[in-house]
């Protein structure tokens, strides 16, 4: 069964941890995309990797990091230094010939 | 990254009646896409437009692409209450940086 999963759906951190939200995807997709939602807002790109090992920045990478170790998996860090972490994230994947992205559940993290 | 801006950002409508949203860029765009969120769930795709004045159809939803290939829009006739939800454009620049508008919520009412 193909597709892109986020997990977990729900978390929960007090203020001042790192946390990792995972994401992985089996569509064999070079592109992955990272993004936060808030309420009634829309999706803000935070981070975008084409390849392996290469990731770019987005328009709101602060207080952020990810990895791509594997092809199949692209996990973000929401680092300490994130002012206003609570939020719904969402990854994306999808192939470089730049056609229709897949979205991941989400995963709605709130920070106490 | 491109910018697409989008309006309007909320639209309520009554069962039956139209409903359109609008996608404009100051800059030419390579390609437009547009994808549906339902309430609680996850932006799905609905079509991709590449071509100047390209008109698309999928049942009720009408998608266009304008002649300078800097604004889009998606129109719904006779909504229905399964149509609710938002709508999202978005666009793939030569970098690969798929940026999306800031999404019309639509609101049905019966």
């Known amino acids: 069964d193909g597709g892109i999963t986020q997990s977990p759906k729900y978390l929960f951190r007090k203020e001042g941890q790192n946390v990792t939200l995972s994401c992985e995807q089996n569509?064999?997709?070079?592109?992955m995309y990272w993004y936060r939602q808030d309420p009634g807002q829309g999706l803000r790109l935070i981070y975008y990797?084409?390849?392996?090992?290469?990731?770019q920045k987005g328009d709101i990478a602060e207080g952020y990091s990810v990895s791509r170790e594997k092809k199949e998996s692209f996990p973000l860090t929401v680092t300490s230094a994130q002012k206003n972490p609570t939020a719904f994230y969402l990854c994306?994947?999808?192939?470089?010939?730049?056609?229709?992205?897949?979205f991941g559940q989400g995963t709605r993290l709130t920070v106490v | 990254g491109q910018q697409v801006m989008q309006i309007p950002q909320y639209q309520h409508v009554q069962e039956g009646e139209d409903f359109t949203t609008y996608c404009n860029s100051s800059?030419?765009?390579?390609?437009i896409q547009w994808y549906k969120q339902r309430p609680g769930g996850h932006p799905v795709f609905l079509i991709q437009?590449?071509?100047?004045?390209e008109v698309k159809k999928q049942k009720r939803l009408t998608f266009q692409f304008g002649e300078a290939k800097k604004n889009s829009s998606l129109h719904i006739t006779a909504t229905q209450t399964t149509d609710v939800g938002t709508y999202f454009c978005?666009?793939?620049?030569?970098?690969?940086?798929?940026?999306f508008g800031s999404g019309t919520q639509l609101t049905v009412l019966p």
């Open positions: 800059t030419t765009l390579s390609n």
């Open positions: 437009l590449v071509k100047s004045g």
């Open positions: 569509l064999n997709h070079d592109a």
């Open positions: 978005g666009t793939s620049g030569s970098a690969r940086q798929l940026t």
């Open positions: 994306a994947s999808s192939s470089l010939e730049g056609t229709e992205a897949f």
């Open positions: 990797s084409q390849i392996v090992n290469d990731f």
